[in-house]
T-cell receptor
């Protein structure tokens, strides 16, 4: 299984809502990533988890809260978002954070719209 | 730190014509290089990668890229494109002991009949 799955595919939420994005992989990868991608732009790294611990936070606002319940799952909890947070949120995984072969496998993304 | 420059933001091309997407990188350390493709309304898929060894790498769907260390380039080519190759293409680089992928701005390829 070389797949990263993400749910939901689409999400519309108001600025006062709380929602969560989910990512799952069964490749035995120990590093997982959240990216944000605006239209016609490259992905921007948000968070990196390595061996289920938060390794990197790229100065992301606290209204985004990541969680890694186990080595296969990665969540992104959303609260009090702004319209400018509307984007495609991509999850990725790789063998490990600092392996000599850091090929990242991407999920299909969750298209988020904040009203 | 590494950085990537994709020299063409948009490349229109006719079906069955060749295409080349240019990518240059900057790094003070040895690197791995990647090309990712993103079809409309989808996530990123790895197209091909250079880790070490032969400087010419090929994908299963006819793309190839050549790593040129002296010119710090990793250009992507396909001799004959199909309508289905219409997509956004991202060049990316990482240091060989680095977690972070640095992406270029992307090249939009539009294939017309």
């Amino acid at each position: 299984d070389t797949e990263v799955t993400q749910t939901p595919k689409h999400l519309v939420m108001g600025m006062t809502n709380k929602k969560s994005l989910k990512c799952e992989q069964h490749m035995g990868h120990r590093a997982m990533y959240w990216y944000k991608q605006k239209a016609k732009k490259p992905p921007e790294l948000m968070f990196v988890y390595s061996y289920e611990k938060l390794s990197i936070n790229e100065s992301v606002p606290s209204r985004f809260s990541p969680e890694c319940p186990n080595s296969s799952l990665l969540n992104l909890h959303l609260h009090a978002l702004q319209p400018e947070d509307s984007a495609l949120y991509l999850c990725a995984s790789s063998q490990s954070e600092r392996s000599s072969y850091n090929e990242q496998f991407f999920g299909p993304g969750t298209r988020l719209t904040v009203l | 730190a590494q950085s990537v420059t994709q020299l063409d933001s948009q490349v229109p091309v006719f079906e069955e014509a060749p295409v080349e997407l240019r990518c240059n990188y900057s790094s003070s350390v040895s690197v791995y290089l990647f090309w990712y493709v993103q079809y409309p309304n989808q996530g990123l898929q790895l197209l091909l990668k250079y880790l070490s060894g032969s400087t010419l790498v090929e994908s299963i769907n006819g793309f190839e890229a050549e790593f040129n260390k002296s010119q710090t380039s990793f250009h992507l080519r396909k001799p004959s494109v199909h309508i289905s190759d219409t997509a956004e293409y991202f060049c990316a680089v990482s240091g060989i002991s680095d977690y972070k992928l640095s992406f270029g701005a992307g090249t939009t390829v539009t294939v017309r009949a």
